[in-house]
């Protein structure tokens, strides 16, 4: 049975719904919430892991480890690339995006975003589900496969927004001249500043952390949790399976973040309710 099958299937046992409505209580109290989210959220919607069984490189192979300097190298190549994919993991991993839509863990956090709950979500992904599921204050550590971005003055672009000539690659920046690659963030590629000082500054402000879907051991996401349980912060933690973070985030909930993610909303809005009256 594939991932986001056993997700549907999932039943929310009586000690899991507990641990839901505690989780709703800190996200409920808490002044400033951020949620960090990876891969494990977008299984459930059809995007296999990169890695382990049945991951995208472990069937079509890995894309090289230095693709940045290689676009800088040769960024008309690499452009060419882009236009027409040869590569199986490349193509395999459009078709994939291009299929994929939010599901209930991405569309609870847009609401519990609504409701004042959410201030901020931080995601490992690219695939701008969180996007389009309605999440407005969002930041993609590595980018969003979707967009454009200039690496001069780190303006993101919609794909319509810049003109791209096949016959003459690489396109120019509409506001610098600058050089304009994909967003999404490439091996060897730093994260772009702007992105990474807005999550420094949201995990600052931040007294409690939703993480979701991500085992949070890459840098700089593995240090967030850790940042946030230092200050005395609360640290929730929604995983199908344990991590390195279970036993020390205030609160581990197992399971698959679709279905728990939407009965720790379903306890928010029941808890919001009560105040309200
Ligand atoms: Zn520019």
């Not at 919609?158 to 509409?174: A, F, K, T």
């Not at 609360?234 to 399971?255: H, K």
Request: glycine letters at 8%.
């Amino acid at each position: 049975m594939a991932s986001h099958e056993a997700a549907m299937d999932f039943t929310i046992n009586d000690a899991l719904d507990a641990q839901s409505e505690l989780a709703a209580r800190s996200l409920t109290s808490a002044s400033h919430t951020v949620a960090l989210t990876g891969a494990g959220l977008s299984v459930e919607s059809g995007i296999p892991p990169f890695r382990g069984k049945g991951g995208l490189w472990t069937q079509h192979g890995e894309p090289p480890m230095d693709g940045f300097q290689r676009f800088l190298r040769d960024p008309r190549k690499a452009w060419q690339d882009r236009l027409s994919p040869r590569e199986s993991w490349a193509t395999a991993l459009r078709d994939t995006l291009a299929q994929a839509k939010p599901n209930a863990g991405h569309r609870s956090l847009a609401e519990l975003e609504n409701l004042g709950c959410c201030d901020c979500v931080i995601t490992q992904n690219i695939d701008d589900l969180h996007h389009q599921a309605g999440t407005r204050s969002l930041l993609e550590i590595h980018g969003n496969h979707r967009l454009l971005r200039c690496l001069d003055c780190i303006t993101r672009f919609e794909p319509e927004e810049v003109v791209v000539d096949p016959e003459n690659l690489p396109p120019q920046c509409p506001h610098c001249g600058g050089l304009i690659k994909g967003d999404t963030v490439q091996f060897g590629e730093p994260i772009p500043p702007d992105v990474l000082r807005g999550c420094f500054e949201q995990v600052a402000k931040a007294d409690c952390m939703l993480v979701a879907g991500t085992s949070a051991t890459v840098y700089p996401a593995a240090e967030f949790p850790f940042e946030v349980l230092k200050r005395g912060g609360v640290v929730v933690e929604i995983n199908p399976e344990p991590t390195d973070l279970t036993g020390r985030a205030t609160l581990s909930l197992v399971g698959p973040g679709g279905p728990v993610l939407e009965r720790v909303l379903h306890h928010v809005s029941a808890l919001l309710k009560a105040t309200a009256s």
